[in-house]
């Protein structure tokens, strides 16, 4: 069973650039088409940052698009996120999701522990 | 944007009762496009169903969901300790392409 791992810094400071790296092991990137990013904010819900398909192409979600990128790098099994000019309220815990390999369907099968990042001086 | 609102926001219930939640969308959901998640504190999310009522891999059967249009439901036919946790929907369609509800959460 695939497995994911979030790793990065744990504080980045306001206007800064939030980097995070998942790592994929027990199976590829290519075992799934799709891969999502997904934070919670302390205390709140699920939200959707972006996905990216393994093939490079990606989607964001509006509110987070002009600062945020996802790239994939199938030669080490892993995926990353940036994340520029952070605010406070992008303190969350950020998780690296696998979509499950079914056409036409929806589900994240996969997900990593998730890591937090705190935005602070 | 379509909004997903889970109802209730808590749920307290006891081991062996049968807990019933609620997912409704704002506009019309496909049902290949609706998923159910546990989340329990400190852990990753846990895919329940996806595409309305599939269950996913190592998913009890005491867990059942359904659903259709704007209307979703989870069911937990016999709570466990184990199954006390936070549950979301989430569902794939306009922009943003992946929204998913405020959560339940199941107690004691």
């Known amino acids: 069973q695939v497995q994911l791992q979030e790793s990065g810094p744990g504080l980045v400071k306001p206007s800064g650039t939030l980097s995070l790296t998942c790592a994929v092991s027990?199976?590829?990137?290519?075992?799934?088409?799709?891969w999502s990013w997904v934070r919670q904010p302390p205390g709140k819900g699920l939200e959707w940052i972006g996905q990216?398909?393994?093939?490079?192409?990606?989607n964001y979600n509006p509110s987070l698009e002009s600062r945020v990128t996802v790239l994939v790098d199938k030669s080490n099994n892993r995926l990353s996120l940036r994340m520029t000019s952070v605010t406070a309220a992008d303190t969350a815990v950020y998780y690296c999701?696998?979509?499950?390999?079914?056409?036409?369907?929806?589900?994240?099968?996969?997900w990593g522990q998730g890591t937090l990042v705190t935005v602070s001086a | 944007e379509i909004v997903l609102t889970q109802s209730p926001g808590t749920l307290s219930l006891s081991p062996g009762d049968r807990a019933t939640l609620s997912c409704r969308t704002s506009?019309?959901?496909?049902?290949?496009?609706l998923a159910w998640y546990q989340h329990k504190p400190g852990q990753a999310p846990r895919l329940l169903f996806y595409g309305t009522s599939n269950r996913a891999t190592g998913i009890p059967d005491r867990f059942s969901a359904s659903g259709s249009g704007t209307d979703f439901t989870l069911t937990i036919s016999r709570l466990e300790s184990e199954d006390f946790a936070v549950y979301y929907c989430?569902?794939?369609?306009?922009?943003?392409?992946?929204?998913f509800g405020q959560g339940t959460k199941l107690e004691i």
């Open positions: 027990g199976g590829s990137i290519s075992s799934a088409n799709w």
């Open positions: 989430q569902r794939y369609g306009s922009s943003p392409l992946y929204t």
């Open positions: 999701a696998r979509h499950i390999p079914v056409t036409n369907t929806l589900g994240f099968d996969s």
């Open positions: 990216i398909h393994q093939a490079g192409n990606t």
């Open positions: 506009q019309s959901v496909g049902s290949a496009y």
